[in-house]
């Protein structure tokens, strides 16, 4: 089966370092999220992609997060400066069109 | 913020009984999907419905789309241990393509 992949899948850095996550979406598909999932909010859009053009990233603290797709087998997500309350599972998903999606394993983001 | 509440937040059962989760909203949705979730993974796919009233079966599992598109439920029937998990209901709301995913059920079937 065709599959997400997310890297790393776990992360422990310190409060003021720089975080990136890599996701590698499935071959074809055009449209790629990125998600955050914590137990208060459950699953919150941060951004998504379509054709790697960036479509709506208001999901995201602007300050510090920044999300691309340098070519159509890579988007990343950073944070910098990570802070405490950015700790959270990071979701990479793709999708073709608005079909239904295919979400990667995560990255387990820990800042103290 | 739209929200997309689902019912109940936690469901443990015992293995061979049936349970239905919920799917609730004000606004109306063009389609809408299920996802279930293990431990330590991401959410994988279970069904999309596009039409109000529509009803799909995917084995044990029965997926209902309201009439008026503002709800969903899924019935299992005779649970067994493997669907422990967290479900999750998402959608497009109407003149909105952003995918809005609910609260979540948890669910625990007991052997």
């Known amino acids: 089966d065709a599959r997400v992949t997310q890297t790393p899948r776990h992360k422990v850095t310190e409060m003021g370092q720089e975080v990136t996550m890599r996701c590698q979406p499935i071959l074809g598909h055009n449209t790629v999220f990125w998600y955050r999932q914590t137990m208060m909010q459950g699953l919150e859009l941060l951004a998504y992609?379509?054709?790697?053009?960036?479509?709506?990233d208001s999901g995201m603290p602007k300050d510090r997060f920044s999300a691309e797709m340098p070519d159509a087998t890579l988007a990343t997500l950073k944070i910098q400066p990570s802070e405490p309350r950015d700790s959270a599972v990071y979701f990479c998903?793709?999708?073709?069109?608005?079909?239904?999606?295919?979400f990667g394993s995560g990255t387990r983001l820990t800042v103290v | 913020t739209q929200l997309l509440k689902q019912s109940p937040q936690f469901l443990s059962i015992q293995e061979g009984e049936n349970l239905t989760v919920y799917c609730n909203s004000s606004s109306v949705f063009s389609s809408l999907q299920w996802y279930r979730q293990e431990p330590g993974e991401g959410p994988v796919l279970l069904v999309t419905v596009v039409t109000g009233g529509e009803v799909k079966k995917l084995k044990r599992l029965t997926f209902q789309f309201g009439d008026a598109r503002k709800d969903s439920s899924l019935h299992i029937t005779a649970a067994q241990p493997g669907d422990t998990g967290l479900y999750l209901c998402?959608?497009?709301?109407?003149?909105?393509?952003?995918?809005?995913f609910g609260t979540g059920t948890r669910l625990t079937i007991i052997p």
């Open positions: 998402a959608g497009p709301y109407f003149g909105n393509e952003k995918l809005t």
């Open positions: 998903a793709s999708a073709l069109g608005w079909n239904g999606y295919t």
């Open positions: 992609f379509r054709n790697r053009a960036p479509l709506d």
